[in-house]
């Protein structure tokens, strides 16, 4: 598991976010650099939003990974980096209908659960019924490649619902926008992403 620690408790001011250590990450097979300095391992809307989100989300904080994109998907991805499912995080991007428009959001869940559509990301939502996007809707809308959509760097306004336990938990691997690398990343980062909501029980 990742070598970083979890988050540094307090800034030094009042209400302050806690400060997030300077990513170092061996896991499994896998060896993690900070984001940045290797922006050409991820999506092109990662890397704007890690530049943006320098005070809250700072880029040193974010690791990626090079992997062979063919093992993207959770369950290839783990055997063959050795990382397990309780390190890992997915994102789906789910969609709804309210008053004839469509409306997205993504939730963010531990490898080892299933995201709760019809329940907590509907009601989250406010649309009658919500269901995961086609492959090809979720790829458009998000500027990203199938098996590697992140949290990071999602459209303006979209909510990023995030289970509690990903929250809570001091490392987690997600997606970079691109099937070819992954990013290690502060559950409590994810929890400060805009419109991240982090509820108990998303994840089942």
Known sequence: MPAAGPPAAGCGRPGAAP???????????????????RDDL??????????????????????????????ADTAAFCEQYAVTPEESANCVIVTG??????????????????????????RQ???????FAPMDDAVAQTGMEYGGITPV??????????????????????GSGVRRSKL???G???????????LDGLGR
Request: aromatic share 2%; net charge positive.
């Open 153 to 174: 760097g999602l459209p303006d306004g979209w909510p990023v619902l995030v289970d509690a336990a990903v929250a809570a938990a001091p490392m987690v691997i997600i």
């Open 42 to 71: 991820l999506a092109a809307p990662v890397a704007k939003a890690l530049t943006e989100l320098a005070e809250a989300l700072p880029a040193s904080a974010v690791g990626v990974a090079e992997i062979d994109p063919d093992l």
């Open 184 to 186: 290690a990343i502060p």
């Open 19 to 37: 400060r997030l250590h300077r990513v170092k990450i061996s896991m499994g097979r896998l060896t993690a650099v900070p984001a940045l300095d």
């Open 125 to 131: 939502l406010d649309v009658r019924k919500a269901s």
């Open 97 to 122: 209908r309210r008053d004839g428009q469509p409306r997205y959001a993504a939730c963010v869940v531990l490898a080892t659960t299933r995201a709760d559509v019809n329940g907590l990301a509907r």
């Open 188 to 198: 409590a980062a994810l929890a400060r992403l805009p419109g991240a909501v982090v």
